[in-house]
T-cell receptor, first 115, second 115 residues
């Protein structure tokens, strides 16, 4: 069974502090994604990766960094957290849809509150 | 520009009836993949069904089916014999073949099933 695990599931951070959200997948997928979800905006792509060592900017990368140290792990880093980054963050993994991979698999989400 | 639009923000239907949720997309690519996902009340995002643009036959999985109208750039989700547990937010997404498997998301439709 494909699995994407996010930690922590809930986080309260202080403004200006550093926050790291972690994601681990056991699917052996090349591609991993970080999204944020806010009411009225659906899912918005922050950063993504094609494999270990690679990170790419998504649609809303400002204020975020990403790190992919291995095939399994993909982190999202907020160096200086701000209240506007309060949101629910989802990690996902997937692979080539035209080569037998059906879908993108999602983690259960991390609720981040910046106070 | 590539875009996915879900114009229905909320739909309410009686249990055991059939509901259709609309989704239109914009892409210049000739090949693409279309997806429907469901987000439950707990926040979990679950894959439901997929349609590949080159396939003429509408996809069907369980009580989910698609109404794919390629000339209209439309991919409707049909749920038959709805159940209370179908209450959720439904997202439509598109992945153009040359997008390196990025997903472009609609803003979601909230489905409420009344007993």
């Amino acid at each position: 069974e494909a699995a994407v695990t996010q930690s922590p599931r809930n986080k309260v951070a202080v403004t200006g502090g550093k926050v790291t959200l972690s994601c681990n997948q056991t699917n052996n997928h090349n591609n991993m994604y970080w999204y944020r979800q806010d009411t009225g905006h659906g899912l918005r792509l922050i950063h993504y990766s094609y494999g270990a060592g690679s990170t790419e900017k998504g649609d809303i990368p400002d204020g975020y960094k990403a790190s992919r140290p291995s095939q399994e792990n993909f982190s999202l880093i907020l160096e200086l957290a701000t209240p506007s980054q309060t949101s629910v963050y989802f990690c996902a993994s997937g692979d080539a849809f035209d080569r037998g991979n059906t879908e993108v698999f999602f983690g259960k989400g991390t609720r981040l509150t910046v106070v | 520009a590539q875009k996915v639009t879900q114009t229905q923000t909320s739909i309410s239907v009686m249990e055991k009836t059939t509901v259709t949720m609309d989704c239109v997309y914009e892409t210049q690519d000739s090949s693409y993949f279309l997806f429907w996902y469901k987000q439950t009340a707990s926040g979990e995002i679950v894959f439901l069904i997929r349609q590949d643009s080159y396939k003429k036959e509408n996809a069907t999985v369980g009580h989910y089916s698609l109404n794919f109208q390629k000339p209209k750039s439309s991919i409707g989700l049909i749920i038959t014999a709805t159940q209370i547990e179908d209450s959720a937010v439904y997202f439509c997404a598109m992945s153009p073949l040359d997008s390196n498997y990025q997903l472009i998301w609609g803003s979601g439709t909230k489905l409420i099933i009344k007993p």
